[in-house]
């Protein structure tokens, strides 16, 4: 068993090396290479975890509020396995952790903070243990894969299911989140207060999962998050553990977190009143370790955002953001914050169909499209695989102007030359890792 372990490790260390080399962003194939040869390899590694194992889960926002986490542990100098780069499937949780391991097996990390889909997760259980599940939100996203909402909260019911203990973290505000804190043990978290963030948007998970009945709200903030309770059977938000107060986006992100009868100011630079609920997810699980929040506001201030979570490029002063846009929830969110920066600006919204994206794009048509109307967009270009489906979404939404182009380099080359105002590039999931390679490239060749 010694000798297939180590040939494991050794073998899939050398993939990793590999894909690096070859400028891989991904890392699942050292993954899948590991578990060939030593199937319990993932068992093996992930019970040398010394303290606690968290997972983080949902539909959007995993891959900021895992690295959030991570950031925080370890900037309370504590060490952790974490699956950065966002492969959240079992083959990329198994390279994270051999990543991680020396050449004969041995981890030497206090803590593990794992980014885990949804879908996948129930597979991933019986390798890895977690102590605490967080759930970001529950959205309609690739329906030919996920299918809709009910059918993603089965798998996880399934997954936990397949745990003898069960610790959930919990977004309070989506119903969808906090109807598993009916069943297992739960800390919710969540934005108290009305804000201005309120849109038309179909609300996702309206009906009560208790009992059928719609759901009614005091108030929301977006989709089905809010202040929101059941007439029929009582099912409501629960009572908050953290929570946000006094938000203030009109620059820097200022919000208050609430926990314990305790207040900490927070005074973020990244945009986007969804890091909001990225924030206090990361936050809740970290003041549940019990380590200390010394350097809180520090590690929220040096955090860079990752691969395309508003991720900022800079050409000669002029500024590239690009941002990864899913799901219509994702983009609806992507739209308020074009709405928010009251400058001039310019769009460029990708969409493509590949089997990661899933083939079925008539999500396009749930996103608030209308509202970029009030963006004060001055240049719009529709590209990507389905850039015509797009097109025509735009063409629907009554916005006018735009242009239809290819994604690559020279097209994006082209319109940063013409832009002359901040231009954001959204994309969907395999359109992002080409796109933000393109843009740092001509980064580069710029600062030359």
Known sequence: MFLRRFMAIILSKAAIMLGKLLGK???????????KICPDI????????????????????????????????????KTAVCNNVGANMLPGVCCAFVDSASIFGRINADYAVIECDEASIRRIVPYVKPDKIVITNLFRDQLDRYGEIDITIKLLSEAFDKLEKVNLILNGDDPLCAYFGTKYNALYYGVDEKTNSETNEIKEGRFCLNCGAELKYNYYHYSQLGDYYCEKCG???????????????????????????????????????YNIYNILAAFGAFESLNIG????????????????RMESFDFDGKKVILNLSKNPAGFNQAIATLN??????????????NAQDG??????WDVDFELMAKSNIKNLIAGGIRKDDLAVRFKYANLKDFDV?????????????????TLYVLVNYTALFSTQSNLLKLEKEGKK
């Open 42 to 77: 993932l068992s093996y590694l992930s019970k040398q975890v010394k303290k606690e194992v968290i997972f983080i889960c949902g539909t959007n926002g995993k891959t900021t509020t895992s690295n959030l986490l991570y950031s925080m542990i370890t900037s309370a100098g």
């Open 293 to 308: 929040l010394e350097n809180l506001n520090k590690t929220l201030k040096e955090y860079k955002p990752q691969i395309g």
């Open 340 to 353: 928010s920066d009251k400058d001039e600006k310019d769009v460029f919204v990708v969409i493509n169909d």
């Open 405 to 421: 182009l290819d994604n690559n380099i020279k097209t994006l080359e082209q319109i940063i030359g013409k832009s002359k105002r």
């Open 235 to 273: 099912f409501k938000r629960p009572k908050l553990d953290y929570y946000a107060t006094n938000i203030d986006l009109s620059e820097n992100m200022k919000f208050n977190i609430n926990f314990d009868d305790k207040t900490l100011p927070i005074s973020v630079n990244y945009k986007g009143f």
């Open 25 to 35: 962003k991904g890392s699942s194939t050292p993954g899948t290479v590991a578990l």
């Open 359 to 364: 083939r079925d794009i008539s999500w396009i």
